[in-house]
Structure formats: structure tokens, C-alpha cells
């Protein structure tokens, strides 16, 4: 089985399984999803959960958040991972929306890429699931682990996993394809020791298949 093939194997099954697959931050809008993966970044989707609702109503805006003090923005999210310095990334990151983007979230990769605590799988996820353009894979920890466990890439460095990706994926499921592996690896196929009994994948997963 090629890659190719397998990857269509992999949609075909966990289609069913996550038929409406979406990312785990809660958000209204790009900026709020945006910012929403900054504080993400060595957290838990659930910590940053809890903390924005608080500081999306008081910093609505890349205006409000942008005049903020870090001392202000810090009090929302003192259970997010180390929020102190996050509080300039998020800050620096909106006042450049609005100095340099008339106070909208860019849609396109590189404007994206050029913001304060952005890379390239936050502006992914932000062109993916709040714009509804992917025009890269999603890639985090997740589906690292999940690339090389399917045998779909040996590389370790996202950007080449991205790329390994991106050659043997359809581009029409470029949104769908990492949201589903996420939610598999982050359920099913954990990091931890767990059971492959029942899993979808099975006999097409190397690993399983070793067993």
C-alpha cells in the first residue's frame, strides 16, 4: 500500500468516527482563535479555555487588548503556562494588527507568520478553522506522533512533516485529514500505553500490525 492510498485508508475510516471534526480552543472569531493558540503553545487546550471567555470580555478587540497593560491582560490567564510572557506576545501581536493590518487578523500565511508568537502551525490553524482556507496541514504534537506512528513520515521537524504531509494528501482534506488525526491521537492513540483493541486504524498502523 502506498502512502498515497493509506491516507485515503485513514479518511475513509476515521470519517465515521469524527464526522464533525474541529479544533478544541473555543472561539468566536479569528482574533479570538488567534490569540486562543498563542496562550495554547506548552498548555492544555482546557486551561486556555477557561481562561479566555474572562479576557475576550474585557479585551474584545486587537484595539482593547492592544492597550492593555501586560499587568491587566495577566490577571485572565495566570493558570495558563507561562502567561507572563505570553501577555507580551498577545499584546505585541494585536497591536501590530492594528497598526500594520487596519485591525483585522490577516488571512493569508505570510502576513500571518509575521506576528509576535505566531509560527507556522498557529497561523495554520487560524487560516484552517477560522478562515476555512488551509493552505497548509495542521501540525502539533499530536499529529507528529501520529505521522510517524501511521508510517506516514520519519521526519521530527514540523515543517518537514508538514511538507511529507502536504505531497501525500489530498488538498481537498487538508482541513479534515489533521483535525480527525488529532482527535484520534489525543483520545485513542495516546502518547501514554493504551489498548489498540477496536481501533480503527489497526491494520493499516505499523504499530498494530508489529503487535
Known sequence: MTKEEKVLKIIERLKPVYPDAKIALDFENPFQLLIATILAAQSTDVGVNQAT?????????PEAM??????DL???ITKVNFHWNKTKLIKDASLMIVDKFGGKVPENMEDLDSLPGVARKTANVVLTCAFNKPVGIIIDTHMI?????LGLSDAKDPVKIEKDLMEIVPKEHWKDFPLMLILHG????????HTCE???LGDICPDMVKK
Open 74 to 76: 495577566d490577571q485572565y
Open 53 to 61: 471567555p474572562e479576557l475576550f470580555k474585557h479585551y474584545p478587540t
Open 186 to 193: 489525543r483520545h485513542f492513540c495516546t502518547a501514554r500505553p
Open 198 to 200: 477496536n481501533c480503527p
Open 66 to 71: 492592544a492597550k492593555a497593560s501586560r499587568e
Open 145 to 149: 506522533r501520529m505521522s510517524q506512528r
